[in-house]
C-alpha cells in the first residue's frame, strides 16, 4: 500500500461493507471500503472496544442497533450450523468463521487485533437467525 510505505504504519485500518455510495465494490457486488486512520495518540487494547464491535448487540439496549447487525453483520453461519454455505471449503470455512471467544481484545506481535468476542457466560449477547429462511439456529459473537 502505497500510503503505507510514505506515512508509515496506520495506526486503525478499517475495511468495511456498508453503502451503496461507495465505488469500490467486491466479487460479490458489495459494496466496501478501506480507511487508514493516523491517530495523534496511540491506541491502546482496551480502548479498541469503545469504537470498534465484534459482537451481537444488547436488543433490549438499542433494538435498532441489533437489528441491523443480526441482518448484516454476523457471518454465516456455516460449519456444522449450515454445511451448504457458500463459504464453505472441503469442510471448512474459507474466512476462519467461528472466530474463537475472547473476553478482552487483545493486540497480537504483529499489531492486528483479536477484538473481543465475549460468551454469554462473560455478558456477550446471542440472536437467533433462520438458516435458508427455515431452521432457526442460536448464534453467539463467534460469528
Same mark, same amino acid.
Given at each position: 500500500?502505497?500510503?503505507?510505505?510514505?506515512?508509515?504504519?496506520?495506526?486503525?485500518?478499517?475495511?468495511?461493507?456498508?453503502?451503496?455510495?461507495?465505488?469500490?465494490?467486491?466479487?460479490?457486488?458489495?459494496?466496501?471500503?478501506?480507511?487508514?486512520?493516523?491517530?495523534?495518540?496511540?491506541?491502546?487494547?482496551?480502548?479498541?472496544?469503545?469504537?470498534?464491535?465484534?459482537?451481537?448487540?444488547?436488543?433490549?439496549?438499542?433494538?435498532?442497533?441489533? %437489528? @441491523? &447487525?443480526?441482518? =448484516?453483520?454476523?457471518?454465516?453461519p456455516c460449519g456444522k450450523l449450515n454445511i451448504r454455505s457458500p463459504c464453505m471449503n472441503n469442510g471448512k470455512c474459507s474466512k476462519?468463521?467461528?472466530?474463537?471467544?475472547?473476553?478482552?481484545?487483545?493486540?497480537?506481535?504483529d499489531g492486528y487485533p483479536t477484538y473481543r468476542r465475549r460468551s454469554s457466560d462473560d455478558g456477550g449477547y446471542t440472536a437467533i437467525?433462520?438458516?435458508?429462511?427455515?431452521? %432457526? @439456529? &442460536?448464534?453467539? =459473537?463467534?460469528?
Amino acid at each position: 500500500m502505497t500510503y503505507v510505505r510514505k506515512f508509515v504504519r496506520p495506526d486503525l485500518f478499517i475495511t468495511f461493507t456498508c453503502n451503496p455510495e461507495y465505488v469500490e465494490w467486491q466479487k460479490r457486488d458489495l459494496p466496501h471500503c478501506h480507511i487508514l486512520l493516523w491517530l495523534q495518540t496511540k491506541i491502546q487494547p482496551d480502548e479498541i472496544d469503545k469504537i470498534i464491535s465484534a459482537e451481537i448487540s444488547n436488543k433490549d439496549r438499542d433494538p435498532i442497533l441489533n %437489528e @441491523i &447487525v443480526c441482518k =448484516n453483520m454476523i457471518h454465516g453461519p456455516c460449519g456444522k450450523l449450515n454445511i451448504r454455505s457458500p463459504c464453505m471449503n472441503n469442510g471448512k470455512c474459507s474466512k476462519k468463521y467461528p472466530h474463537k471467544l475472547v473476553k478482552d481484545t487483545q493486540t497480537g506481535d504483529d499489531g492486528y487485533p483479536t477484538y473481543r468476542r465475549r460468551s454469554s457466560d462473560d455478558g456477550g449477547y446471542t440472536a437467533i437467525l433462520k438458516v435458508r429462511g427455515q431452521t %432457526e @439456529i &442460536v448464534v453467539d =459473537n463467534r460469528w
